[in-house]
């Protein structure tokens, strides 16, 4: 195993396995419940960004520990139950990433920018523009892994953000910060739309003003012209999530969700993709819940075949969640699918650098990115390099 391919595999240890924070410096982004990558934080390493597990259960037994010394942050290899150092050599040096500026920033109404978008990674902002949800408000629909009502009990974030509201923030990031991308979700509401339409008239109002990619997520619409729609008001990519994909395990997890079949959603993806672009379409697939990674390689090829981008990450459980002492997947799991399927979105021209925004291009979630580079340099290198025939 050379240098990169350990860092990675360090990378995808982490983001199954989390990491103890000796301590907790000022200036650090992370975030707690809510929509996204919840209980995480930002860390850099050589040069790559990801979120990594801080706040959950399995962090708090992790074999890995961040320490500040003189000369920075390093990880060490921790004792999994007493957290004690094993040695003072460490794996690797990290770096945090800082409190974004617009931060400081709040609407004539003296309402927070940071409680209406975040900074997800280092350079993208995300925001969930209704954080309440019809499933979520029924515990015989909700997800049992999602956490959206957290931070609005806690006062972290309002329940709906205005196109105004989005806009003004929007527009802060990218001038004070630099942000590359936005990403909007939403809870779903009780309309035939699904999202569509708040998404639709968040996207109108950003573009007016700012010159940023978007991607929208939602689940789909009853109406397929509601994609046009989207695409017209200025969203770039789309993303619609199965999570979980065997049929009975999604009636298990998500009973709400499942009322859509897979079946279903590959019906939605192919009119998505006649819109918005082979390549443009995402879905966000949580391994670990109990689709076999078999079954998950399976269905990204039929996704890649329709030209949708299957974004797979380790399920991380949340704290408050049905699913909150649920164990993430191994690492070992983790590779026997993003190895494989980084080949094959490569052959086939659709990766992370060919989307243009989303969490898929962001890629901080998963360590997906990374094996699809690894073909890159693979069918880069010299005959001779790979020992054969010169």
């Known amino acids: 195993m050379n240098q990169v391919q350990s860092q990675q595999r360090l990378i995808t240890e982490l983001q199954t396995k989390g990491l103890r924070l000796s301590s907790r410096g000022k200036g650090q982004v992370s975030r707690r419940g809510g929509a996204g990558p919840s209980d995480h934080q930002a860390v850099t390493i050589d040069g790559t960004t990801v979120m990594v597990p801080i706040y959950t259960e399995s962090a708090w037994d992790s074999p890995f520990s961040a320490e500040q010394t003189s000369d920075g942050v390093h990880i060490y290899e921790a004792d999994a139950q007493s957290g004690q150092l094993i040695d003072r050599i460490p794996l690797t040096n990290i770096s945090f990433t800082n409190t974004p500026a617009f931060y400081s920033g709040a609407t004539a109404d003296g309402i927070p920018y940071s409680h209406i978008a975040t900074l997800h990674s280092k350079d993208v902002l995300a925001t969930t523009i209704l954080q ?4 979520y408000e029924s515990r015989k629909k909700a997800c049992k892994f999602c956490s959206i009502g957290q931070s609005l009990r806690a006062g972290r974030t309002i329940a ?7 806009a003004e923030v929007a527009k802060a990031a990218v ?12 809870g779903t509401p009780a309309t035939p739309d699904r999202g569509a339409k708040v998404l639709a ?49 999604r ?13 279903d959603y590959m019906v939605a993806f192919e009119q998505a993709v ?15 819940l109990g689709d076999s990674a078999q079954y998950i390689r399976e269905v990204s090829e039929r996704l890649i075949a329709i030209g949708v981008y299957p974004f797979v990450v380790p399920f991380v459980p949340i704290r408050g969640t049905p699913l909150e002492d649920h164990p993430s997947p191994s690492a070992d ?3 026997s699918i993003l190895k494989p399927l980084g080949q094959r979105l490569f052959e086939a021209g659709m990766t992370s650098e060919t989307s243009k925004a989303g969490c898929n291009k962001c890629g901080a979630c ?23 025939c010169r």
């Open 160 to 166: 709906h953000k205005t196109p105004e509201q989005l």
């Open 366 to 388: 998963s360590t997906l990115s990374g094996y699809e580079r690894d073909a890159k340099d693979q069918a880069d290198m010299p005959m001779a390099q790979m020992g054969g």
């Open 175 to 186: 001038e004070l910060d630099g942000i590359s991308q936005m990403i909007m979700t939403t």
């Open 251 to 263: 009636e298990e997890i998500l009973p709400g969700k499942a009322e859509d079949t897979l079946e």
């Open 132 to 135: 309440t949800c019809i499933r």
């Open 201 to 249: 008239d968040s996207a109108r109002a950003i573009k007016a003003v700012v010159d940023i990619p978007i991607q929208g997520q939602c689940e789909p619409p009853a109406d397929p012209s509601w994609y046009q729609v989207m695409k017209d008001a200025g969203i770039d990519t789309l993303g619609m999530h199965l999570e979980v994909l065997g049929q009975s395990l």
């Open 274 to 288: 006649a819109v918005f672009g082979r390549g443009q379409v995402s879905t966000y697939i949580l391994a670990g």
């Open 333 to 335: 799991f983790m590779e």
